[in-house]
C-alpha cells in the first residue's frame, strides 16, 4: 500500500504506538497516509479505534513476521 509517511514504534508497547501516532499524524497534511510499525499485538483493535474516534481513516493492517504494519489516511485538522 503506498504511504507518505512511516512511524518506526517496534519495542513500544501500548499505549506509546497510539500516543506517537497521534503526535505524527498532526504534523500530516490532509490526504496523507501514515504507515505505522509495531510489534504490539493491542495495535490490531487500538488503531482503528483511534482512528474511528478521531475522524481519521483506518485504511487497513498487514501483519509479517510478528511486525504489524497499519496504514491511515489523515481526514482531519
Known amino acids: 500500500m503506498d504511504f507518505d509517511v512511516e512511524l518506526d514504534t517496534l519495542g513500544k508497547q501500548c499505549p506509546i504506538p497510539i500516543v506517537k501516532t497521534a503526535k505524527k499524524m498532526k504534523e500530516l497534511e490532509v490526504g496523507q497516509v501514515l504507515r505505522v510499525l ?20 483506518f485504511l487497513g493492517i498487514e501483519e509479517e513476521d510478528g511486525m504489524y504494519i497499519c496504514y491511515v489516511k489523515k481526514v482531519t485538522q
Open 38 to 57: 509495531s510489534d504490539d499485538e493491542g495495535i490490531k483493535e487500538d488503531m482503528p479505534a483511534w482512528a474511528n474516534t478521531t475522524g481519521n481513516e
